[in-house]
């Protein structure tokens, strides 16, 4: 079975820092899916990134960038020049069944903070 | 487009009745999710369809638990004789498997969330 660990449950950084949020999962499967979504408080989840494991390219999305690394099953999220509007619960997913169901696994979730 | 919608937002109930959940998926989506997230967890897959087809289901929609989707467009949930374990937050997401460049990613709604007294 997939599964998805995040070993970081909170995280607090000024505003402007750069902050990493870590993952690590577990799959058998060679194709596959990676993503990021943010979950503002009391509000709807909403997709931050996603990374194909077939490419090697780092996905990037302005501030938010991954570091994927397949063999070691990791998949951090960097997020640079953090801003106010960055506080949220950050899970991190791994989508399993890409001829099927195309089913989310998550993880835990890292609850983010950034302070003025 | 107005994204995913779900309502009620929230719901209260006690124990033994029965609820129902709505969720409207983004119109040109084919795929429709149900999770389920407890409280300081991740969701966790409940359900999906695929156009009015129920495809596959978890082992955690026990037999109280039904959804449908008539005519590929809304969806319910439904969850009889409600236990307090039963109380979360309900998430619908949708996908489409014919739109270039978005396929692969599920829309959320902001959910409903159930409290069961």
């Known amino acids: 079975a997939q599964t998805v660990t995040q070993s970081q449950p909170e995280m607090s950084v000024q505003e402007a820092e750069t902050v990493t949020l870590s993952c690590t999962y577990d799959?058998?499967?060679?194709?596959?899916?990676l993503f990021w979504y943010k979950q503002p408080p009391s509000r709807q989840m909403i997709l931050v990134i996603r990374?194909?494991?077939?490419?090697?390219q780092n996905a990037t999305e302005n501030r938010f960038s991954v570091n994927f690394q397949k063999a070691a099953k990791s998949f951090s999220l960097k997020i640079s020049d953090s801003q106010l509007g960055d506080t949220a619960m950050y899970f991190c997913a791994f989508m399993t069944g890409l001829q099927g169901a195309q089913k989310l696994v998550f993880g835990q979730g890292t609850r983010l903070t950034i302070n003025p | 487009d107005t994204g995913v919608s779900q309502n009620p937002r929230h719901k209260i109930t006690k124990r033994g009745q029965n609820v129902t959940f709505r969720c409207d998926p983004i119109?040109?989506?084919?795929?429709l999710y149900w999770y389920r997230q407890t409280l300081g967890q991740g969701p966790e897959f409940l359900t999906y369809?695929?156009?009015?087809?129920?495809?596959?289901k978890s082992r955690l929609l026990s037999d109280r638990f039904s959804a449908e989707r008539p005519k590929g467009s809304f969806s319910t949930l439904e969850i009889q004789r409600t236990e307090q374990g039963d109380s979360a937050m309900y998430l619908c997401?949708?996908?489409?498997?014919?739109?270039?460049?978005?396929?692969?990613?599920?829309?959320f709604g902001a959910g409903t969330r159930l409290s069961v007294l």
């Open positions: 799959t058998s499967e060679s194709n596959y899916y």
């Open positions: 990374q194909e494991a077939y490419k090697q």
């Open positions: 119109s040109e989506h084919n795929r």
């Open positions: 369809f695929q156009n009015e087809a129920q495809l596959e």
């Open positions: 997401a949708s996908s489409s498997m014919r739109l270039a460049g978005a396929k692969n990613i599920q829309y």
